[in-house]
């Protein structure tokens, strides 16, 4: 589980620090795939694990995109709501230490509306950090939510291509 999840993150790095970060679409559309290893975690992940990796992500993400601690806040801000959200939506079972949030086992409904505020939460907080002023702010909701649709395309797109059903 640990070695699954180390690539993962290396591999949603690499296409956000290398790929993502480089599109530029009129300015409203920022793609940020990296919150994908948080939403893939475990169900039964410490929350001090959750936290730690969030931190951790975020900060990655600061230093690659020279913003100081905006990917952090907004990361950590995202992990902690995580099991809030995730709870609404998940079945009512008994989980696997291995069982993480996926279209399967939460339904393509659940799992794109659970994304989504947990995509509102991060991307939110991540672009009023940015700008710092309500000055502009129908511009930076809007830039918000041309990022969370972008961001929630991708992220259902990487679910259907790296799924793997269970023999």
């Given at each position: ?6 690539i993962?993150l290396i591999?949603i790095l ?6 993502l970060?480089?599109i530029y679409l009129?300015?409203y559309?920022?793609p ?16 001090w694990?959750?936290?730690?990796s969030a ?10 995109g020279?913003t100081?601690g905006l990917h952090?806040?907004a990361?950590?801000a995202?992990?902690l ?7 609404l939506?998940?079945p ?5 230490l291995?069982?993480e949030p996926?279209i ?14 947990l995509l ?5 907080m991540?672009?009023f950090l940015?700008?710092?002023r309500?000055t502009?702010f ?22 259907f ?7």
């Open positions: 589980m640990l070695f699954k999840n180390l993962r591999f690499v296409v956000q620090v290398l790929i970060n480089n009129g300015g559309i920022n940020l795939i990296y919150v994908l290893f948080i939403i893939k975690l475990p169900y039964l992940v410490r929350g694990v959750l936290l730690l931190f951790g992500v975020g900060l990655t993400m600061d230093i690659f020279n100081p952090t806040a990361l950590v995202m992990a709501s995580r099991p809030f959200i995730l709870g939506f998940a009512r079972r008994d989980f696997n291995t069982d996926s399967k086992d939460l339904g393509i409904f659940n799992y794109v509306i659970a994304c989504f505020l509102i939460v991060h991307h939110f991540f672009f940015e700008i710092f309500f502009e129908w511009t930076t909701v809007l830039r918000s939510l041309g990022s969370i649709l972008f961001t929630l395309v991708l992220i259902v797109i990487a679910e291509l790296f799924y793997r059903p269970k023999t």
